[in-house]
């Protein structure tokens, strides 16, 4: 047992030599587990984060540990739940899944288990102060934001952080996989307002477009109200989010002098971008003229369908009628493609893509950046060699985001 608590100590102490990600090991440690291979999905953990570019990954070190729980090695567990304890990264979202994860049971009548799950709970409150926020609302719902602070460090800037994978949003999903993405944002002293939209497959693309639109400018219109500067807003997603924010990077400006509302009076654009592998391009999905837009079977096999299931309103019967006809559907995925509409006057672009991308085709970022320099546009394109759809494959350079919004937001 003492050298196992060794080993762990080293591990975490010394910093990768190698530059490698660990997003091969993690896979690995998940297969291990779903085998009931313990000892070895540990092992598999332990590694992944020695080669991450931090070992303050409090989400792998509590997968770790729950294996070694299901292994029976319990002080290993209980020395990487303390690791969590501390974190500066350890989210809400986190510190409830260990709570509640089946994993742990048979450290729940160690006298350790209590105290320690009630300070991971305290720190993953203290890392994140939030409030959620309606920033609009819409048949009869609330659209709502999370306001994340900085602790120190408050710059008066902000990041738009939209909050869609497959075009789905959800709170959920907001806590346990964004939060600790904006830990790196809040860390530089960015207040963060993390953006969850009308989901599909009851909303479409076209309506997080116009959602994310209000969001900002909601948060430009309230800005004096939180300390920060209306004028240097900076957006970023992953994927889906990705393509909503280039799409409302990229969008003419309509401001509505007359709205009702005034916050529908303020403008939307925003002044920098950093995103993961976004989809760009729906009527060229694979850069050889593929329009992926009207590919039915396989959206659905992707269970993305809701998100191009386009209706319009029939005022005769009360009701909505689905685009069925495949010229409009075409005018539309045109209308919601980011790389149609570059114009010079677009903020700056920072994407990392990897060129094995099994979702999203690396075509989509090179055609897009293509475009941004023809125009003018100032903008960076990272390929990652191997990097598939993940947010882990894509570091070092995704933590250089904070970095592209600190030169870009003045």
Request: include cysteine; aromatic fraction near 12%.
């Amino acid at each position: 047992m003492r050298t196992i608590l060794v080993l762990l100590a080293v591990l975490f102490a010394t910093p990768s030599a190698f530059g490698q990600q660990g997003s091969a090991m993690y896979r690995k440690a998940d297969s291990l587990y779903r085998a009931k291979e313990y000892r070895a999905s540990a092992t598999s953990y332990m590694k992944g984060i020695q080669m991450e570019w931090t070992t303050d990954v409090p989400d792998r070190s509590a997968s770790a540990a729950a294996s070694w729980a299901m292994a029976g090695v319990s002080d290993s567990a209980f020395y990487l739940l303390n690791k969590v304890s501390i974190s500066e990264s350890i989210s809400p979202g986190i510190a409830k899944s260990i709570q509640n994860n089946k994993g742990f049971v048979s450290l729940q009548t160690d006298k350790r288990w209590n105290p320690l799950v009630e300070l991971i709970s305290k720190k993953a409150a203290s890392n994140y102060p939030q409030e959620e926020i309606i920033y609009g609302r819409k048949d009869g719902m609330a659209l709502t934001m999370v306001r994340m602070n900085p602790k120190r460090k408050v710059n008066g800037k902000s990041i738009i952080f939209v909050i869609a994978g497959s075009w789905r949003s959800s709170y959920a999903g907001f806590e346990a996989y964004y939060t600790p993405q904006a830990y790196m944002y809040l860390s530089k002293g960015y207040t963060v307002f993390a953006v969850l939209v009308g989901s599909q497959p009851r909303y479409t693309m076209v309506d997080q477009v116009v959602d994310i639109k209000r969001a900002v400018r909601y948060v430009r219109y309230h800005a004096p109200n939180w300390g920060i500067d209306p004028n240097n807003i900076g957006i970023t997603g992953s994927s889906a989010g990705g393509h909503l924010s280039l799409a409302v990077a990229t969008a003419d400006e309509k401001i509505d002098a007359g709205a009702a509302d005034p916050v529908d009076r303020v403008s939307s654009r925003v002044q920098a971008v950093a995103v993961l592998y976004p989809p760009t391009d729906m009527v060229n999905w694979d850069g050889k003229g593929l329009n992926w837009i009207n590919k039915f079977q396989r959206q659905k096999e992707a269970s993305v369908f809701g998100a191009v299931d386009f209706k319009t309103w029939n005022s005769k019967t009360f009701s909505y009628d689905a685009v069925s006809d495949t010229v409009e559907r075409n005018k539309i995925a045109r209308e919601i493609s980011p790389i149609y509409f570059v114009t010079p006057d677009d903020p700056p672009v920072f994407i990392v893509h990897g060129d094995a991308d099994p979702t999203v085709p690396l075509v989509h970022s090179q055609a897009f950046t293509a475009k941004l320099k023809e125009a003018g546009v100032a903008c960076r394109l990272v390929i990652k060699k191997g990097g598939k759809h993940d947010a882990t494959d894509m570091n070092p350079e995704f933590q250089e985001f904070p970095d592209w919004f600190d030169m870009y937001l003045k």
